[in-house]
């Protein structure tokens, strides 16, 4: 079975169980002690000296520029469903829910202070409510999703720094396993501090037409954040973690990977332990026979019972024998009388505070392990079982906080899992619990959570039959029980920077990346590949320099931008190349506006096979926690058509780059009517003109006169903007065809100028578009200019072009062009004349 099938089919994913990290029951009948007997591990030197296979995570959240791919749709259909627990979100709604439509919308408000701490509370048990409704409409509505979209906002989930509210992870969670499920719907979650409604949905609409790293967003302190885990290995912090006056409580832990953590605690520390287990207390030391001779037993005789119960009670005995081992380890270990085991309901708030008030002392280690797991998709998945393992966790995390109030641990320990990060298909529950321990960790002090993956030894992971499996499908990495008591007991000696982690090998690593392709990139900081950039010479904290390599066979639509029979780089163009040299420079933000802009020589290229060596430094001028100003300068070695090096080292454009941490709205703009239009051909497609464009770049159409200036509309190559562009931070194309709707003027009434772009004061980019998402905007975009006398070689250019969206947002904006004008074409015939001639022919 391949790694996808295993991912994607039903049995598959109940077999990801093992991924919990606390390794109990699951849904699919597989009995750890069918092929093995339990046992106590003791670890040795020697097996501790195995280099790891895991490596240590951190979680974090961390600046992501939104990257605009597709038109953003609107961020509430009118016939959407919606669920919120808010009466006044719900009032501020113009809509109707659709039966049909394609559309879901959560729009969870999180704003009430009792939120802010995970502790029971009405405003909780109310937000616990929405979760599940939100499950039973993805559950009720996923057959009928294809092509629509599915979104979560948590409005107040997160504080103007950054840190997540707890209960944020029960939605975040959700949606990251419901989006590998449903692949073909767009499903979402945003996460917002206390802000309008309205900007709420400004968001969400913007963040439907943006790549998603994960999808889930926070919107904290005017940043776009996403979730990441950054490899990072622990420093201890110099203290001992424990001692033999300490007290361990551990909720869950006598059995699963929980034994063998409380056996090393107990070895090196020798602390008193509590442990509140489920089970039923631990019976006599007789032996217990094999399944198979226990079930035969009690199919026959006058007490007979069917094998469903047979295999029950087994089952019972073998967790009370699991637990009687360990309790008798930790008791050998840490000394007589040093260790209880109180049964208590975990999900039970009455029974949780009877079992704390029954434990003296200081708690000064809480281990939170109880968990469970029941992998289905959330089309199958009931809703008593997404409550089960969601509330194994959630109840008890809130529980044991209720009981330990006004006598908090000094230390507290969630056991997490991996899928809590990444999302996992057919765990919307166990994803959503893991999450909320995750930003519960975040949000608190002196807690952690540790994200797992497989254990071997221990768990479910440990069966032949697992093991046999686990093999074959070769997706995880089984961890020895040796390596993860080590993580843990690093964890718990490390400086406490680090509220969350998780544990990754080199199959996980492999797995994450065939679900979310750019997201380890993201997580290591490397930059995404850019176009323009080839190789980093020089970096440091405030300047970059880089080299790119243009040649025909890579940069083939040179061939359609053609100055004096050369194929030449537009000068529209250099903004992109100031973006990836500044966005390389200053990963975290995105390029808004270019000064200052100079074309001081052309970058061409006179031979197929001599390539164009260039130079691009990009030096940091100023950063606050507004923006970064970057100075761009693109140099080169400047080679005549007979390959004679003209100048060494040539300055071939500046400009300066201002980035933010998101892009900026447009300004509203209104229509010009067609009153007085005329018609102009546009020059630069006219046959035999000294700058001649064809193909991606005859990117305008309609381009005619008006009384107040110029016009034209926007017509881009979609197909050839996927082949030659499909990487560009600015638009380009769309910005090279607005610069040149600045000639369209005649000259005695027959003549149209064809010029060259020299200097431009001012580019502002607005809503982070690129070529391709303005391409896909329903409406034509429309691009003006003014004044209408503009004068493109005035050496101290006013005027003002500007491309705008249907609905009057202003989307590209570029002030005080200057020009230099090289021919004319003739409006009528289409004839060029070099200036020479045209100035010769017109003094005649």
Known sequence: MTRANFLGAQGGRELVAFLSGEQSRTAIELRADRLSS???????????????????????????????????????PVDAVVLTNSAAFRAALAHQDGQASRHVRVLVDATDPSLRDARWSDRVRELLELHERTFMTAKERAPRLAGGSFVVSVVGGVTAE?????????????????????????????????????????????ELGAAQLLPVTYHAGGRRLTPRAVPADATPDGMPALSQDSLVVAAGGARGIGAPILTALAGRYRPRIVILGSSEPPGDSQRLPDRSTFIRARLNGPNRVSVAEANA??????????????????????????????????????????????????????????????????????????????????????????????????????????????????????????DFLNMAAMSAENEFTIGWTLWRDVGLGATPLMRA?????????????????????????????????????????????????????????????LPYIDTVLRRDATELVAERTFTLDRDGYLEFHQVSGYPTLPG?????????????????????????????????????????????????????????????????????????????????????????????????????????????????????????LREVFRSTTDTRTHPLGRRGRLALDVPALRRWFPGL????????????VA??????????????????????????????????????????????????????????????????????????????????????????????????????
């Open 743 to 844: 000639v369209l003027h005649t000259v005695a009434d027959r003549w149209t100028p064809v010029a060259i772009p020299r200097t431009v004061r001012r580019i502002d980019l607005y809503g982070g578009h690129t070529d391709l998402t303005l391409a896909a905007l329903a409406d034509p975009v429309e691009l003006y200019v003014t004044p209408v006398d503009l004068d493109l070689e005035d050496p101290e250019p006013e005027n003002r072009a500007i491309a705008v969206a249907a609905d009057g947002e202003v989307l590209l904006q570029v002030k005080d062009i200057s020009g230099a004008i090289v021919g004319y074409v003739d409006q009528e015939t289409g004839e060029y004349l070099d200036r020479e001639r045209f100035d010769r022919e017109e003094r005649s």
């Open 469 to 529: 499996f686990l093999a074959e499908i070769d997706a995880y990495t089984p961890m020895p029980t040796e390596e993860g008591v080590d993580h843990f007991l690093t964890e718990l000696t490390a400086v406490r920077d680090a509220p969350a982690t998780v544990f990754l090998g080199d199959k996980e690593r492999e797995l994450v990346r065939g679900i979310r392709p750019e997201f380890l990139t993201f997580c290591t900081g490397e930059a995404r590949a």
């Open 38 to 76: 339990p046992r106590v591990i003791r670890l040795s030197r020697q097996q501790k000296a195995a280099p790891p296979l895991l490596d240590r995570h951190v979680i974090e959240l961390a600046p992501a520029p939104r990257r605009p791919v597709r038109s953003a749709p609107p961020a509430i």
């Open 162 to 206: 950054g840190v997540p509210l707890p209960l944020t992870g029960l939605f975040t969670g959700l949606v990251k396993s419901l989006a590998l499920e449903l692949p073909d719907t767009g499903v979402l979650a945003t996460v917002h501090e206390a802000v309008p409604l309205e900007e709420v949905l400004a968001t969400v609409s913007a």
């Open 572 to 692: 529209t163009f250099v903004p992109e190349l100031a973006a990836q040299a500044a966005v390389s420079l200053v990963p975290d933000r995105v390029p808004v506006v270019f000064e200052d802009l100079r074309l001081e020589s052309f970058l061409r290229i006179y031979r197929k096979d001599r390539p164009e060596v260039k130079r691009l430094t990009a030096t940091l001028v100023r950063t606050d926690e507004r923006e970064s100003v970057v100075a761009v300068r693109v140099r080169g070695d400047v080679v005549a058509p007979n390959g004679v090096t003209v100048a060494r080292d040539r300055l071939h454009f500046s400009v300066t780059v201002r980035l933010r941490d998101a892009p900026v709205p447009g300004p509203r703009w209104t229509h010009w009517d067609e009153h007085g239009s005329k018609p102009l051909r546009d020059p630069y497609h006219a046959p035999g003109s000294d700058v001649l």
């Open 729 to 740: 931070l600015v638009p380009s194309v769309a910005l090279d065809g607005l610069v040149r």
């Open 313 to 434: 009670r087994f089952d019972r005995l073998l967790e009370q024998r699991q637990v009687r081992d360990t309790l008798t380890e930790l008791e050998r270990l840490s000394g007589p009388g040093r260790v209880r085991y109180l049964r208590c309901d975990l999900r039970d708030p009455a029974a949780v505070q009877r079992a704390v008030d029954a434990v003296s002392g200081p708690v000064d280690l809480l281990l939170n392990i109880a968990g469970t797991n029941r992998a289905s998709d959330v089309t199958a998945k009931s809703l008593a079982d997404f409550r089960a393992v969601r509330d194994l966790k959630v109840h008890t995390y809130l529980n044991l906080k209720q009981a330990l109030r006004g006598r908090e641990p000094r230390r507290w320990c969630n056991f997490g899992s991996f899928i809590g990060l990444t999302g996992q298909r057919g765990e919307t529950d166990y994803a959503a619990a893991n």
